[in-house]
């Protein structure tokens, strides 16, 4: 009897968003298997039964696959194939066929005896090879199905908008249900969120939560169900406040992806035209979707150190090139700028330690690696390498003077001639420096000579110059961005770029800050880099200013001196061209033109 | 009749899950060649998907590889190359 009674259920998150909708039970029914002796003159006729209910089974497959795009994720296409080679792997043919020949059971029994075997060797308590049984019953209940003559796949469309509601969904029956995108949202009783199914959802976007329990005894066809995927919540008959409130947060939740998704491939251009490239900071390659999907057109800072992180030997030429060549292809033509090791200070790799009394104006950074020939070159080689298959800049971190610059220049170029007379593939990269110490910001019209770009990293720039360490909490209220010296110091570095006609980027934590965007069109800057997450409201600023605005704002902060002053003209200023804007709200103005 | 014995190691962050397993099943399967994986004294036919997935093999792991038969070599060098490219990963 269909319960009028609001129920929660708290189930895995496994696929975000809000769903609200009609419930669509989906009923899948374990199947009974038969068992009976066979006679010998049987045996010949079971086994040709055996081989049609395979072939059934495989042209079954290859119509779910024929229904998928290869959009709708190639795991999930994987996983088919898997099924579909488990079908006629040996471990299950030749066993049911010598239990029909030699034990004379019914091919359905032997077929269910093959697979409880082969579960054995699964047995194993961790999600892969859990993940793995299930994939071993769903191809054993497929076979003994289609030998009995039983619907194996779902056979009924839901209608759109629907929530699907299963104690579990075979990758099949996932498939056949989501190819079209017409579900709104899926939940089901079993499965972990690393489930096939749940990948599933997560690839198509569809909110889904796992594990529910008792979905299915709770929910019928026909009943109103609320999917709240982000917090694995569902809520089976939800008054109606409750289906209003939902129904407002999907509507919130989508006006805030579509305003992402309309933001992503516009460019970060102002009203007069002055256009910049918004970029990522990045420190692995699993970061790589995240920042596209944010509308980032290039990678502004790669961080490397991490190959050496929790690892006791150095990173390998090759663990290099293949990571790096691996971001390229991922960023697909875009930059990728490869800031070379920043280590040293409290970046050392595993065993090592800085015993100096100042690590941070100690052997760290392009001084470590001009000092460590041998991890340097590793690097270079690979860089040279992986620059054959993409737009790879390289960029030297901590340069203080022109003599570092020439020295990691000239490495750069002798592991690039190696590579060459080797035979191996390679190019040469454009080479910038990142100016983050005042020595490099001073110094910059005569470094933008040597260099094809400059990057300026704020946060080293901003505690060196004021001479200040911001984990040290009795100075840190020092650190400050608008210091009229850091503004200064950021000046010269844009003026000497723009003189040289070289690019300048900034790739600190100011980049992403929107209180700093309209003095940073002021500066000048081609490119932001910061994390992807920032880059939609940061390009929001850009999109409704100008870059004339944002001169006469820095010209005014330039005529004040103290950093609380010029901080308190910035925000106003900001405040007033962009309400809400610092709260964290939406910007007020103009999205297209 | 030639044998023969290669240590690959398995270099793509996610190991030998489902679909390189697929992939080095339907390799093994263009040849004639009998070809077994032995990994942790554990030996299986690399032409059955069943047999590849319980190694379960991760990053670092190191897989014996033997072929036997008329084309092992080709089987061997095929092999190689879906390894090597990290089963199309990284």
């Not at chain 1, 006629?88 to 269910?112: F, G, I, Q, T």
């Not at chain 1, 900071?281 to 596209?292: A, K, R, S, T, Y």
């Not at chain 1, 608008?482 to 010269?492: C, F, G, N, Q």
């Not at chain 2, 792991?61 to 060098?77: H, I, K, Q, R």
């Amino acid at each position: 009897m269909a319960s009028t009674t609001p129920t929660t259920l708290q189930g895995l998150p496994a696929s975000p968003g809000i769903a609200v909708g009609r419930c669509w039970t989906v009923d899948r029914r374990r199947v009974r298997t038969p068992r009976r002796k066979v006679a010998a003159e049987e045996v010949d006729a079971e086994l040709a039964r055996l081989e049609a209910a395979i072939e059934l089974s495989v042209h079954q497959l290859d119509g779910v696959k024929a229904k998928m795009q290869a959009a709708d994720g190639a795991e999930h296409l994987a996983i088919l194939e898997v099924h579909r080679a488990m079908l006629r792997d040996p471990a299950l043919v030749d066993e049911s066929r010598r239990l029909v020949r030699e034990e004379r059971v019914n091919v359905e029994w032997a077929v269910k005896r093959a697979i409880r075997k082969i579960k054995g060797a699964f047995d194993q308590d961790d999600e892969f090879f859990r993940e793995r049984r299930s994939d071993v019953e769903y191809v054993g209940e497929r076979i003994v199905k289609n030998l009995l003559g039983q619907g194996v796949d779902v056979a009924e469309t839901p209608p759109p908008g629907s929530i699907v509601v299963a104690r579990d969904l075979s990758p099949a029956d996932t498939a056949l249900l989501f190819h079209d995108r017409k579900v709104a949202g899926l939940v089901t009783d079993a499965g972990g969120i690393t489930s096939h199914t749940a990948i599933v959802a997560r690839a198509l976007e569809i909110p889904a939560v796992v594990g529910a329990g008792r979905a299915t005894a709770v929910a019928e066809r026909g009943d109103w169900i609320v999917v709240d995927g982000g917090r694995g919540v569902v809520v089976v008959n939800p008054s109606a406040g409750e289906r209003a409130d939902y129904e407002a947060a999907r509507i919130r939740q989508m006006e805030r992806e579509a305003e992402l998704t309309r933001l992503k491939d516009l460019p970060a251009e102002t009203v007069d035209g002055v256009r910049l490239r918004m970029l990522g900071n990045i420190e692995f390659g699993e970061e790589v979707p995240g920042l596209l999907s944010h509308g980032g057109e290039g990678v502004g800072l790669y961080r490397t150190e991490f190959l050496f992180m929790g690892r006791d030997a150095l990173p390998t030429e090759e663990d290099h090139y293949r990571d790096y060549r691996a971001i390229l292809e991922a960023m697909d033509g875009r930059p990728v700028t490869v800031r070379t090791f920043d280590l040293g200070g409290d970046k050392l790799p595993s065993g090592q330690k800085d015993h100096s009394e100042n690590p941070a104006l100690g052997l760290r950074a392009v001084r470590y690696c001009l000092r460590h020939p041998d991890v340097f070159h590793a690097q270079l080689r690979a860089a040279v390498r992986a620059a054959a298959h993409g737009n790879l800049r390289l960029m030297f971190p901590m340069v203080s003077g022109l003599a570092e610059v020439r020295a990691a220049k000239w490495m750069l170029a002798e592991a690039f001639e190696e590579v060459v007379a080797q035979g191996i593939p390679a190019r040469m990269p454009p080479v910038g420096i990142m100016v983050e110490l005042p020595s490099a910001a001073v110094l910059a019209d005569r470094l933008a000579q040597e260099v094809d770009f400059l990057s300026i990293g704020t946060n080293d720039l901003i505690q060196y110059t004021i001479g200040v360490d911001r984990q040290n909490k009795d100075v840190a209220y020092l650190y400050k961005p608008l210091h009229l010296a850091v503004l200064r110091m950021l000046r010269s570095v844009t003026d000497a770029a723009r003189a040289a006609g070289k690019p300048v980027s900034m790739c600190g934590e100011m980049a992403g800050e929107p209180l700093y965007t309209l003095v940073l069109l002021g500066l000048g800057l081609d490119e932001l880099s910061m994390n992807g997450p920032s880059i939609p409201l940061v390009k929001r600023v850009i999109r409704s200013a100008s870059a004339r605005e944002g001169r006469e704002l820095l010209d005014r902060i330039l005529g004040l001196t103290t950093a609380d002053d010029i901080e308190r003209e910035v925000r106003s200023e900001m405040t007033r061209r962009f309400p809400g804007l610092l709260e964290g709200a939406a910007v007020v103005g103009p999205v297209s033109g | 009749m030639h044998r023969l014995e290669r240590t690959f190691t398995i270099v793509n962050s996610l190991g030998m899950h489902a679909r390189p397993a697929a992939m080095v099943v339907q390799t093994a399967n263009r040849f004639r060649s009998e070809v077994q994986f032995e990994k942790d004294g554990l030996q299986i036919n690399a032409k059955s998907i069943m047999g590849v997935l319980t190694l379960a093999a991760g990053k670092g792991a190191t897989v014996l590889v033997s072929c036997e038969g008329p084309d092992a070599a080709e089987a061997m060098e095929a092999l190689a190359k879906v390894f090597a490219s990290g089963f199309g990963e990284r």
